[in-house]
C-alpha cells in the first residue's frame, strides 16, 4: 500500500516531484564535482593489512546522469533524495582539498569518511563546521593538517556529532584542551597519531556516553594527574605510547566495562598492575613494546573474559603463571621477545579455543608439554629461540590444523613424531639448530600446502625422498647427515626460489640444465656434498647466487667462473 500513496502524493502534489528531482540532481551535480577535484591513484590507499577495509576508487561508479543515489559509496534520504551519508574511506583520492569542496553544498550530511586518502597535507577546511547534523567524521590518515584555530572551530560547531576520528592528522604544537568542549552525546574519540600535546582535558573521562577513546602514539601528551572515573561507560580505551602515571594506570579498574585496552610502549614500574587483573569484562589486553620490571602476577587468570593476550617484547621475567590455563576464552596468546624462564606450564593445555601462541625469544626451558596437543584450533606455534630440550612430544600430530611450527634454535633431539597423514594444513615448518635426528618424518613429503621447510644445523640422516606436493617456495636441510641422490621431484617446484643442501653426504649426478625447469629458483647451495654436475646450457637457469664448493665440476661449462662457485 505504502508505494501506491507515495505515487498518488506525486501525482495530485507534483511540486512534490519537482522539489524531490531538483534536491537529488543538485547533490549528483556537488558529487560529481567533487569526484572531478581530485586524481585516482593506488599508491594513495593505506588501506592494506588494515581488517575489515577494502581499497578500491569507489569513485569509479560515479556517472553523470545517473541517480547518485545509488553510487557506491553515497546514502541517501529516500523521501527527499538528501545525501546523508558519504563513505569514500580507501577510495584512492590524490591531491589537495579544495576550501570552496563543492562538498560543502550537502548540508544534510549526518555521516562523511574520507578516511585512509591522501589529500596532501591540505589545511583541514573550517567549513566542516558548516555540517551542524553531522553524527560521524572519519578523517583518518588522510594528510590534513590541523591548527588549533582550524580545530577549535570544527569541534565547537559540530555538537551533535557522536563519532569522530582524526587519527595521524598532523596537529604539532595543538594542545589537547582544544577538545574540552565536545558533545556529551559523544561517543568515539580517536585522536591517535596526531602528535597532541599538553594536558588531557579530564572532563573528557566524564563524558557519560563515552564509548571509545584512542589517544595513542601521543608521546607528548599528559595523562596526570588524571583518575578514572567509575561512572565512565569506556569499553574501548587506548593510550598506547603515551605516558601516565601509576596513579592513573591503578584507577583503570573503575572501567568495569572497558572490552579493549591498549597500553603498549610505556613502562610499569611496579610490574603488571593489579588494577588491570580486576576487569572482569576484558576481552582483549594488548601491552606490546613497553619495559616491566618484574613478571606477570598469578591475578592474570582473573581475566577470565579475554580473548586476546599480547605482552610481547616488554621485558618481562620469572615464570609464565599457571594461572593462564584459566582464560579459557582465550584464542590468541603472544608472550614472545621477554627473558620468562622456567617450564612453559602443562596448564596452557586447557585453552582449547587457541588458535596463536607465541612464546619465541624467551629463556623457556625443559620439555615441551604433552598437553599442548590439546590445542586442536592452533594455526600457529612459535617456540623458538628458547632453551627447550627433550624430544618433541607425539601429541603435537593432534594438531591437523595447524600452519606454522617454528621451534628453531633450541636444544630439541630425537627424531620428529611421524605419521603420513599428519598436518595437512603446514605452510612453514622451522626446527632450525636443534639436535634433531632420524630420518625425514613421512608427512613432510605429503603436506599438500607446504611452502616452506627449514630443518637446517641438525642430525638428520637418510635419503631425501620424493615430495607430493608442488607448492615448495623454500628448502633448507643444509648441515645435515643426509644421504643418496637428490629426487626428481624438486625439479616440478615452479615456485622454488631457495634450495640449500650444503654440507650433507649427498652423492649422484645432476644434470644442471634441470634447474631451468625451476624458472623462479635464486639461490642454490649444493656445496660440500659428493655430487656430480654436467651441462652443456645454462641459458635459462636465472640464479643471483650459486655455490658449488667441493661439487664434482669437471664436464661445466667454463663460462659460468663469473658466478659464486
Known amino acids: 500500500m505504502a508505494p501506491y500513496l507515495f505515487l498518488c502524493l506525486f501525482l495530485f502534489f507534483p511540486h512534490l516531484y519537482a522539489s524531490f528531482s531538483s534536491s537529488g540532481s543538485h547533490s549528483c551535480s556537488s558529487l560529481i564535482q567533487f569526484k572531478d577535484s581530485f586524481s585516482i591513484t593506488e599508491d594513495a590507499s593505506y588501506c592494506n593489512g588494515i581488517a575489515g577495509l577494502k581499497s578500491y576508487p569507489k569513485t569509479n561508479s560515479w556517472k553523470e546522469g545517473t541517480d547518485c543515489c545509488s553510487w557506491d559509496g553515497v546514502t541517501c534520504d529516500h523521501l ?3 545525501v546523508i551519508a558519504l563513505d569514500l574511506s580507501c577510495s584512492w583520492l590524490y591531491g589537495n582539498f579544495p576550501s570552496n569542496s563543492t562538498l560543502f553544498l550537502l548540508p544534510h550530511l549526518q555521516k562523511l569518511n574520507l578516511a585512509y586518502n591522501e589529500f596532501n597535507l591540505s589545511e583541514i577546511p573550517s567549513e566542516l563546521g558548516r555540517f551542524t547534523s553531522l553524527l560521524y567524521l572519519d578523517l583518518s590518515s588522510t594528510g590534513f593538517v590541523g591548527d588549533k584555530h582550524a580545530l577549535e572551530g570544527l569541534v565547537q560547531n ?19 584542551h582544544v577538545f574540552m568542549n565536545l558533545s556529551s552525546s559523544l561517543r568515539s574519540l580517536s585522536l591517535a ?23 595513542g ?24 605510547w603515551t605516558s601516565f602515571s601509576t596513579e592513573f594506570i591503578d584507577s583503570v579498574d573503575n572501567l568495569q566495562a572497558l572490552k579493549y585496552l591498549d597500553l603498549s610502549g610505556n613502562s610499569f614500574f611496579q610490574g603488571l598492575s593489579v588494577s588491570i587483573t580486576n576487569l572482569s569484562c576484558l576481552e582483549q589486553l594488548i601491552i606490546s613494546g613497553a619495559n616491566f620490571f618484574g613478571g606477570l602476577p598469578d591475578s592474570v587468570g582473573n581475566l577470565v573474559s579475554l580473548k586476546f593476550l ?5 621485558n618481562l621475567s620469572g615464570p609464565v603463571p599457571k594461572s593462564l590455563g584459566n582464560l579459557l576464552q582465550l584464542t590468541h596468546l603472544d608472550l614472545s621477545g621477554n627473558q620468562l624462564s622456567g617450564q612453559i606450564p602443562r596448564s596452557l593445555g586447557n585453552l582449547l579455543q587457541l588458535t596463536y601462541l607465541g612464546l619465541w625469544q624467551n629463556q ?15 594455526t600457529y ?12 612430544p607425539l601429541s603435537i600430530l593432534n594438531l591437523t590444523q595447524l600452519e606454522y611450527l617454528r621451534i628453531a634454535e633450541n636444544a630439541l633431539k630425537g627424531s620428529i613424531p611421524d605419521e603420513v597423514t599428519a598436518f595437512p594444513n603446514l605452510i612453514s615448518l622451522d626446527l632450525t639448530n636443534n639436535l634433531l635426528s632420524g630420518a625425514l618424518p613421512s608427512w613432510l613429503y605429503t603436506s599438500p600446502s607446504l611452502k616452506d621447510i627449514k630443518l637446517s644445523q641438525n642430525q638428520f640422516s637418510g635419503h631425501i625422498k620424493e615430495f607430493q606436493s608442488k607448492s615448495l617456495e623454500l628448502i633448507e636441510l643444509q648441515n645435515n647427515k643426509l644421504q643418496g641422490p637428490l629426487p626428481s621431484s624438486i625439479f616440478q617446484f615452479l615456485n622454488l626460489t631457495k634450495l640449500n643442501l650444503s654440507s650433507n653426504n649427498l652423492t649422484g649426478v645432476i644434470a644442471f640444465s634441470m634447474f631451468s625447469n625451476l624458472p623462479n629458483l635464486e639461490y642454490l647451495d649444493l656445496s660440500y656434498n659428493s655430487l656430480s654436475l654436467t651441462s652443456n ?29
Open 537 to 565: 646450457t645454462t641459458s635459462s637457469v636465472n640464479l643471483t647466487s650459486l655455490f658449488l664448493s667441493s661439487c664434482n665440476l669437471s664436464e661445466f661449462p667454463q663460462f659460468l667462473k663469473g658466478l659464486k662457485v
Open 310 to 314: 599480547d605482552l610481547s617484547y616488554s
Open 364 to 378: 623457556l626451558s625443559g620439555q615441551i608439554p604433552r598437553s599442548l596437543g590439546n590445542l586442536l584450533q592452533l
Open 80 to 82: 527527499n533524495a538528501h
Open 158 to 176: 559540530l555538537t551533535e556529532v557522536r563519532h569522530l576520528f582524526l587519527d595521524g592528522m598532523e596537529m604539532a604544537s595543538v594542545n589537547a
Open 381 to 392: 606455534l612459535g617456540l623458538w629461540q628458547n632453551q627447550l630440550n627433550g624430544q618433541i
Open 193 to 215: 597519531g596526531c602528535d597532541l600535546q599538553g594536558k588531557f582535558p579530564k572532563n573528557i573521562f566524564d563524558l557519560p556516553n563515552l564509548n571509545l577513546l584512542n589517544l
Open 217 to 240: 602514539d601521543n608521546q607528548n601528551l599528559n595523562l596526570d594527574p588524571l583518575k578514572l572515573n567509575r561512572s565512565s561507560n569506556l569499553e574501548h580505551l587506548d593510550l598506547s
